[in-house]
Nanobody
Framework: QGQLVESGGGLVQPGGSLRLSCLAS????????MGWYRQSHGKQRDLVAY???????NYVDSAKGRFTISRDNAKNRLYLQMNGLRPEDTAVYYC???????????WGPGTQVTVSM
């Protein structure tokens, strides 16, 4: 059974930055694509960005130009650098492996990001 542990969330003012980190077990990190999801209160969990083992990246429109996803394959770590944060970015952020059918592993605890004055 693989594990995912997210960290790096917190409270930040609008326009601020945070860097999220995800430590994945090797059995999960061997999957080709890794991604960051987020879930706001009362809403479904949505994919924000994903990255292939070769470094190719994809972002939802709201994240383009503000968020940067990266990975360290040697350390089984996934990162999300978030700049220019907005109140609507407030959510619990999760990482997971994914394929065309969606997320592939059991979810970790997530990390709370709150953007507020």
């Amino acid at each position: 059974q693989g594990q995912l542990v997210e960290s790096g969330g917190g409270l930040v003012q609008p326009g601020g930055s945070l860097r999220l980190s995800c430590l994945a077990s090797e059995s999960i990190f061997t999957f080709y694509y890794m991604g960051w999801y987020r879930q706001s209160h009362g809403k479904q969990r949505d994919l924000v960005a994903y990255i292939g083992r070769n470094g190719t990246t994809n972002y939802v429109d709201s994240a383009k130009g503000r968020f940067t996803i990266s990975r360290d394959n040697a350390k089984n770590r996934l990162y999300l650098q978030m700049n220019g944060l907005r109140p609507e970015d407030t959510a619990v952020y999760y990482c997971n492996a994914l394929n065309d059918c969606g997320p592939m592993a059991s979810w970790g605890p997530g990390t709370q990001v709150t953007v507020s004055m």
